[in-house]
């Protein structure tokens, strides 16, 4: 899966524990309703943000992870994260005038071959057809 995005925020480097760390980076979405999604980059992951800045265009590959957590009472939790493995920049659309990115223009489609016209047409005539 991928999400795609702007760089909102780059976190420093947390070491959770002697053997464990993790650095959250977190990607606005450039749609109608813009999304924060804040995904996990783990161990050696975690490099990968380096070279990355705040407002950068970038698309993420991610992972989904689900686990389940039972608390001491017995009542069990179901808790979700997006993890990180990939980070690429995305080239920025040039934008129009009044700063809206410019649409991109559809690939040229090949002419259709003509067909010979028919040499006796008469609109009284019964055909087939259901129209």
Same mark, same amino acid.
């Given at each position: +899966? *991928?999400?795609?995005?702007?760089?909102k925020?780059?976190?420093a480097?947390q070491?959770?524990?002697?053997?464990?760390r993790?650095?959250?980076?977190?990607?606005?979405? $450039? $749609?109608?309703?813009?999304?924060h999604?804040?995904? $996990?980059?783990?161990?050696?992951?975690?490099?990968l943000?380096?070279s990355y800045?705040? /407002?950068?265009?970038?698309?993420?590959?991610?992972n989904?992870?689900?686990?389940e957590?039972v608390?001491?009472?017995? $009542?069990?939790k179901y808790?979700?994260?997006i993890?990180?493995?990939?980070?690429?920049?995305?080239?920025a659309?040039?934008?129009?005038? /009044?700063?809206?990115? +410019?649409?991109q223009?559809?690939?040229?489609?090949p002419?259709a071959?003509?067909? *010979?016209?028919?040499?006796?047409?008469n609109? *009284?005539?019964?055909?087939?057809?259901?129209?």
């Open positions: +899966m *991928e999400v795609s995005g702007r760089v925020v780059i976190n480097v070491q959770v524990s002697p053997t464990f993790k650095r959250e980076l977190v990607v606005t979405t $450039e $749609e109608q309703y813009p999304q999604i804040m995904v $996990e980059f783990t161990q050696d992951k975690c490099d943000l380096d800045q705040v /407002g950068e265009p970038v698309k993420v590959s991610i989904l992870r689900g686990r957590w608390s001491p009472q017995g $009542e069990t808790f979700n994260s993890q990180g493995w990939r980070i690429e920049r995305v080239a659309e040039a934008p129009a005038q /009044g700063g809206q990115p +410019m649409a223009a559809a690939p040229a489609m002419a071959p003509a067909f *010979e016209p028919a040499t006796s047409f609109e *009284e005539e019964h055909d087939d057809l259901p129209f």
